[in-house]
């Protein structure tokens, strides 16, 4: 006799999915000094991907915003080439 075979285990867990909607649950990167002040003064900031944000206090309670992490990872100049390319299309 199994006390365990009749326990379903269900997960309350939200599909996280990256939806275009779901900006706010993320993290988002843009310059250390504008989010300094937007924490203090809790006005949005731009972020790398274009979203405008107010910063989280507690940044890491969310994941990081996928296109920020890829334009970061770019580096300075990856990320001009991209925005000038999105410019010009
Ligand atoms: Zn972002």
Redo the contacts with the bound molecule.
Sequence with gaps: MTSTSSETLTTGRPDLRLDDGD?ER?A??AERDKVTEAMVMGTPVV???G?VWVPSRDPKKYPV?P??QRLYDLGPDGRMDEWKARQES
């Design positions: 900006h993320f988002h990167f972020a790398l991907c979203k915003c296109e920020c």
